[in-house]
């Protein structure tokens, strides 16, 4: 597998408080993503990024900031999280032309009470 | 708009018996597209993908998938199913440029019958 890392697998916590999700990889792969997954939604894209300190918003970016200071991790912070990002978050990275993701974490499970 | 449909939430096979996933996109231009796989509690794990050239593509774990230009259709098959395919297949749709934006289906479950 391409060795990544989420933390932390499962978290709890309320409404209102900051949550960061880390992402760490060890392939060195230029491209990274955040995915939520929920019920009958299959997956969408958060945030991307296709380089150190590059990152671009995706289709449900609201509510959540990134952050890539090394190739190696890759922040997901939810700024005030809500109960809608009660959900599965996925790391994912790519390596080739295709820009698209290849490789994806074990996610995150994360309930916003 | 674009999108992708998985039209099945559920499809029960038996062992051994032969598998077909549908996937349909709508897109404006010729799409990359992928198949992944889902076991509980793990990440997606990518199965094979469409970028150009020959329309009959194989994976990984004895999967293939066609692409069908002009029915705008990705369908992933196995020609004899194994206990351990059961997972969530979700199929995916990206553009041929560097926007990075992969839309994904919202997955079928196969169950697998002893």
């Known amino acids: 597998d391409a060795g990544i890392t989420q933390s932390p697998r499962h978290k709890v916590t309320e409404t209102g408080t900051p949550v960061t999700l880390r992402c760490h990889q060890t392939?060195?792969?230029?491209?990274m993503y955040w995915y939520r997954q929920d019920p009958g939604h299959g997956l969408r894209l958060i945030h991307y990024?296709?380089?150190?300190?590059?990152?671009d918003k995706g289709e449900v970016s609201d509510g959540y900031s990134v952050s890539r200071s090394k190739t190696e991790d890759f922040l997901l912070t939810l700024e005030s999280a809500t109960s809608s990002q009660t959900s599965v978050y996925f790391c994912?990275?790519?390596?080739?032309?295709?820009?698209?993701?290849?490789?994806f974490g074990d996610g995150t499970r994360l309930s916003i009470l | 708009a674009q999108s992708v449909t998985q039209p099945d939430i559920h499809i029960t096979v038996s062992e051994g018996a032969s598998l077909e996933l549908r996937c349909n996109y709508s897109y404006g231009a010729t799409p990359y597209l992928f198949w992944y796989v889902q076991s509980p509690g793990q990440g997606l794990q990518l199965l094979l993908k469409y970028f150009s050239g020959d329309t009959l593509v194989q994976g990984i774990k004895g999967f293939e998938a066609e692409f069908k230009r002009s029915q705008s259709s990705f369908n992933l098959r196995k020609p004899s199913v194994h206990w351990s395919d059961a997972a969530e297949y979700f199929c995916?749709?990206?553009?041929?440029?560097?926007?990075?934006?992969?839309?994904f289906g919202s997955g079928t479950r196969l169950l697998v019958r002893p």
């Open positions: 995916a749709v990206g553009p041929m440029d560097s926007s990075y934006k992969l839309i």
């Open positions: 392939e060195n792969h230029r491209y």
């Open positions: 990024s296709y380089g150190v300190k590059d990152t």
């Open positions: 994912a990275t790519g390596e080739d032309y295709s820009n698209q993701p290849q490789h």
